[in-house]
């Protein structure tokens, strides 16, 4: 688990506003659910037989009264949860999306921690391949605002249930028929969840996997023309694709279209952004039967690989430093120091710093002022206070230029002083 500090946390902050933005552009507004959940709908609904509920869940018992509870590992489930809780589909679909931490007890790697951040659109009660069209038209749009290269797009459908079955029946002889490679939790899975053992991360199992029957050949003609028309769309759309036949995705309440953004740039965990339909899950944990589909990204991936890519996030820098020579002056140099801010300047004020006399010499204040980046500096002299004025000073394009500026007049001067107005 990680703490975000300044500069770093001006990515984050960077990340979510170009997020809040594209979300706006596709009419998805946001939702917050709660960090705690029931351990049952995690196990009701990501599945009992999956990496998440078998080893990775936070769970604890509630001291008070005994309830089981989990840090979510991911958020579909409280969102669904949300969704049936409060009878949100009752005038029809409705498109959301969410930022947080989500918690999984993994083993600490690049790219891979125990507190992480995901950030997700779901769209519930629309049945038809536009909606799972549109979602990943959406996550393609957030690559091209944020200028992210090098992610490629991986489908696959995993069809209904009924297909599914005839598949695993297949599959769980054709397993059987190989069960000399397959490791522990390949076999311990053979029976309850076959289809996860596909999502193995087990080289010495890949090859036998690869050969394995594919979900794909066991589609209906309806199922096929759903994934024919998703592909259609991002056709028209000019998105490019792979069908990967062995990507299931790793929770249980995946149908029909499945799809992961995956790059080469972050070694093993190269996947930036999974989703699919899940068109069985609010049903599953207890709500109105209703189609629904998603996307989760991992924020720490993302700007990893932007970070990779050389991407420059602009980073946060003060218009004007506020020089307070003498603490004589802080009543009239902080009113007007508020007053810049009420206009829309952003100013860091020089502070008293620990263990000096008064507010620290002008050397050093400058010298802070170097540090902050700030454009201009402004000198709250006595000298020119006694005269109603102050001395603006740029501290970058042409350095050293200084000029008075009438405090009676700062709300012409004021809006000058602005970066970006
Ligand atoms: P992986 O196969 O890498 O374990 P996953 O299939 O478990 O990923 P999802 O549950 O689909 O991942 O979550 C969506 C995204 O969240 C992933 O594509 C990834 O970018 C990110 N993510 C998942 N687990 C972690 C983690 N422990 N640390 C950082 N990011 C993560
Ligand atoms: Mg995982």
Not at 104 to 110: G, K
Not at 130 to 146: F, G, K, M, P, S
Request: charged fraction near 25%; glycine fraction near 8%.
């Amino acid at each position: 688990m990680n703490d975000i500090l300044p500069p770093e946390s001006a990515h984050w902050e960077w990340l979510e506003g170009k997020v809040r933005e594209l979300m706006e552009r596709y009419a998805y507004r946001n939702i917050r659910t709660p960090i705690v959940e029931p351990t049952a709908l995690f196990v009701r609904g990501l599945g009992e037989v999956t990496d998440i509920v078998e080893k990775e869940m936070y769970s604890f018992e509630d001291r008070l009264n005994g309830e089981q509870l989990t840090l979510r590992p991911e958020a579909t489930a409280g969102v669904v949860r949300a969704v049936a809780e409060h009878s949100l589909l009752y005038e029809g679909g409705k498109r959301l999306y969410y930022m947080g931490p989500m918690f999984r007890h993994e083993r600490p790697q690049r790219g891979r921690y125990r507190q992480f951040h995901q950030i997700g659109a779901e769209a519930l009660g629309f049945p038809g391949a536009e909606v799972d069209a549109e979602l990943i038209l959406l996550a393609n749009a957030l690559w091209r605002e944020l200028d992210l290269k090098n992610v490629r797009l991986e489908i696959n459908s995993l069809g209904q249930p009924a297909e599914r079955k005839a598949h695993r029946a297949a599959l769980i002889a054709y397993l059987e028929q190989h069960a000399s490679i397959l490791d522990e939790e390949a076999r311990r899975r053979l029976h309850s969840n076959p289809l996860r053992i596909l999502d193995t991360k087990n080289p010495a199992m890949q090859a036998m996997i690869e050969a394995a029957p594919r979900l794909i050949d066991f589609l209906g003609p309806e199922s096929l023309a759903h994934f024919s028309a998703v592909k259609a769309i991002l056709e028209a759309n000019g998105v490019e694709w792979r069908v990967n036949p062995r990507l299931v995705r790793g929770m249980d309440y995946y149908n029909l279209t499945v799809f992961e953004f995956v790059t080469d740039q972050l070694g093993s965990q190269g996947t930036i952004c999974g989703g699919g339909r899940y068109d069985y899950l609010i049903e599953q944990i207890g709500g109105k039967p209703a189609p629904a589909v998603g996307w989760a990204l991992g924020v720490e991936r993302v700007l990893e690989l932007l970070k990779e890519q050389g991407n420059v996030v602009p980073s946060l820098v003060p218009d004007v430093y506020a020089i307070i020579p003498s603490s004589a002056s802080l009543p009239l140099a902080v009113s007007t120091v508020e007053q810049l801010r009420m206009q829309g300047v952003k100013v860091q004020m020089h502070a008293a710093p620990a263990g000096a006399d008064g507010m620290g010499s002008m050397k050093s204040q400058f010298k802070k002022a170097d540090v902050s980046g700030a454009l201009h500096a402004l000198i709250f002299g006595d000298d020119e206070l006694s005269r109603g004025m102050v001395t603006l000073k740029s501290l970058r394009d042409g350095v050293g230029a200084q000029s008075e500026k009438a405090l009676a007049a700062l709300a012409d001067w004021a809006p000058h002083l602005q970066s970006n107005p």
